[in-house]
């Protein structure tokens, strides 16, 4: 018999969206946060996209956060909400 593999969740996810972050020039770049709803520190996965990112991240950031990891879609400057050329 073949045995899954895939880990189990750990915890619920939270989700924000369209989260600003200013770089060191000024610019904010908008990006979606998937972490786990469990207190705690994690560690983050970072993802910079030129794509929308609600479909782009959805599976991997709710796998991931539910297994304990933060993490961070961001869209490059200029594309979709994120400012900048």
Do not use: C, H
Not at 51 to 62: A, I, K, M, S
Not at 66 to 85: I, P, T
Request: no cysteine; net charge positive; hydrophobic share 35%.
């Amino acid at each position: 018999m073949e045995s899954n593999n895939v880990s189990a969740p750990l915890s619920e996810v939270e989700i924000e969206r369209q989260v600003p972050i200013p770089m060191a020039d000024g610019t904010i770049l908008r990006a979606d946060v998937y972490r786990p709803a469990a207190p705690g520190r994690y560690p983050v996965l970072v993802e910079r996209v030129a794509y929308e990112l609600t479909r782009r991240l959805r599976n991997g950031g709710l796998y991931y956060a539910s297994r304990g990891y933060v993490v961070v879609g961001q869209n490059v400057r200029g594309r979709f909400a994120s400012e900048g050329k």
